[in-house]
């Protein structure tokens, strides 16, 4: 018996123990998890980060109108929008990877799910109607509005925001490649979303997204070089602006299935780092976003030239399995994968999604993983990927929900200033800049239940402060909630819930 054939037979039985403890079924069978209550609460989320004019339909109902005003400085119209996290600035970096990764998730499950669909449109189309605004001037994107360094001196309300609205862009003269081709790929992602529901909206996003690409490869440069001192250290792009350019231009092959597209991913894809090594998926780094994505171009479509985007996303789904000669995935002792100390969880939603819908492409196909020898099924990447979100919703050694709102223990302090201060209903005095620190660094619990924000979870050892001063693990996050949505609406389908 050779090493590997007993390898992957023990790999084998661990699957096969881990399926029936903790079983993910292919058909229903009885959950552990509301899933489809925590698919509601992940959209609900959206509502409460947004910025400018509440439409009536407000689910988050303890929020209230804000920043009315924004751009206005600049003369251009820059209202809406959504708040990044637990402050008051609308950084158009991480809020266009946020609506990239809401509008794929619509995109593979969005079949699935039934009632939230028309939500999960709604939270897509806040974040377009903005970045429409954003990208209305040819070869020039309002890439923030607000001063992060004086926003972050502040603890106040987004309603009684007096903070400068500083807007800062970038242009022709000031590139920012990364910025402007994740703009790109969210605009054209979204039209896909927008096709059939409302064909003339996804023909405006889709033309601007054609020329916001065109304005990010062909002025090339990094936002975080002409705006340092603005976007770092809070979303400085320490990853470079190939990865965005290679996924701008796998969702526009996507969206437009122009060849100019597939000759340009093609043509640049080694030089953009198609194949390097990095297995981190997040608002910084797209490189496996983009694998995946163009694995499925080859898989299904049968595009022979994207071959060697099947074997690239097979090496990322390969670093992800504990035990193989290519793991090099770090997990807690409770089973979550871990990144980084700094918002972790924002890993966990986006690796999980990118299992199911490789799982996805592979079942479609009829294709397997090969990781040196050992041979990983679709079903082996759910059971992962399902083990991931469970963690996340209580399956772990606190028995601790990272998602507010959800199951009976979940974080009642969190980094969040609208959350954490009373509402406008409860306190219509306003709230001065540095009035609001004697409640953030106080032990109360938030008054406002942010209903669906997942925070950054808990440390390396599975310990978890529940402290609103710590931004790491206590902070929330748009493009954490993103990816998730995907993934629980799979796992709310599979479980007969929805």
């Known amino acids: 018996m050779t090493f590997s054939f007993f390898f992957t037979l023990l790999l084998s039985i661990f699957f096969t123990l881990l399926l029936h403890c903790n079983a993910f079924p292919t058909h229903y069978h009885f959950a552990t998890h509301n899933y489809k209550d925590a698919l509601t609460k992940s959209i609900i989320f959206f509502e409460g980060q947004r910025s400018g004019k509440l439409p009536s339909n407000q689910r988050m109902s303890w929020r209230k109108d804000s920043a ?5 400085t600049m003369h251009v119209d820059l209202v809406g929008g959504y708040y990044d996290a637990g402050d008051n600035v609308k950084f158009g970096f991480p809020m266009a990877f946020t609506t990239t ?14 009632n939230e669909l028309q939500n999960a449109r709604e939270a897509i189309r806040w974040g377009t109607d903005y970045l429409l605004k954003a990208t209305a001037h040819p070869n020039t994107i309002y890439v923030q509005v607000g001063d992060a360094t004086k ?36 605009l054209a992602a979204a039209s896909l979303v927008f096709r059939r529901s409302d064909p003339t909206y996804s023909k405006l996003l889709l033309r601007r997204a054609i020329r916001v690409f065109q304005f990010a490869d062909k002025y090339r440069g990094a936002y975080s070089n002409v705006l340092k001192p603005i976007v770092c250290p809070f979303y400085c792009d320490y990853s470079g602006y190939q990865d965005e350019l290679l996924w701008g231009a796998a969702w526009l092959h996507k969206a437009t299935k122009n060849p100019m597209y597939l000759n340009y991913i093609q043509v640049n894809g080694k030089i953009l780092g198609a ?14 976003g983009a694998r995946i994505l163009l694995s499925k171009e080859f898989l299904i479509q049968k595009v022979q030239s994207l071959h060697d985007y099947k074997g690239h996303a097979d090496n990322f789904i390969c670093s992800l399995i504990p035990g193989t000669s290519f793991s090099s995935a770090q997990y807690t002792p409770g089973g979550l994968l871990f990144k980084m100390s700094d918002s972790n969880m924002q890993y966990v939603t986006s690796t999980s999604f990118l299992l199911l819908t490789y799982a996805k492409y592979l079942t479609t196909s009829h294709m397997k993983v090969n990781c040196g020898g050992t041979t990983i099924t679709p079903r082996m990447l759910r059971t992962i990927a399902k083990k991931q979100v469970d963690y996340l ?19 009642r302090r969190i980094h969040h200033r609208g959350s954490s201060l009373p509402s406008i209903a409860v306190h219509p005095e306003k709230i001065q800049c540095s009035a609001g620190f ?61």
């Open 151 to 186: 926003d972050h001196a502040c603890w106040e309300r987004p309603e009684d925001m007096d903070t400068p609205r500083s807007v800062f862009k970038i242009d022709a003269n000031n590139p920012g490649s990364e910025v402007a081709a994740e703009t790109a790929a969210a």
């Open 393 to 411: 919703l209580g399956d772990n050694p606190l028995r601790m929900s990272y998602m507010v709102g959800y199951g009976p223990r979940y974080p």
């Open 438 to 498: 004697s409640v953030m660094n106080s032990q109360s619990p938030n008054p406002n239940i942010l209903v669906g924000a997942v925070v950054g979870g808990p440390d390396l050892h599975d310990r978890f402060p529940d402290e609103r001063s710590d931004y790491e693990q206590s902070e929330p996050a748009t493009y954490i909630n993103a990816p998730l949505v995907g993934s629980l609406t799979y796992l709310a389908h599979s479980f007969g819930q929805l």
């Open 101 to 114: 990764m809401l509008s794929w998730s619509v995109i593979e499950f969005g079949g699935l799910m039934k």
């Open 68 to 72: 009315l005003y924004d751009g206005s």
């Open 275 to 288: 194949a390097e090594f990095d297995n981190t998926f997040g608002w910084d780094n797209k490189h496996v």
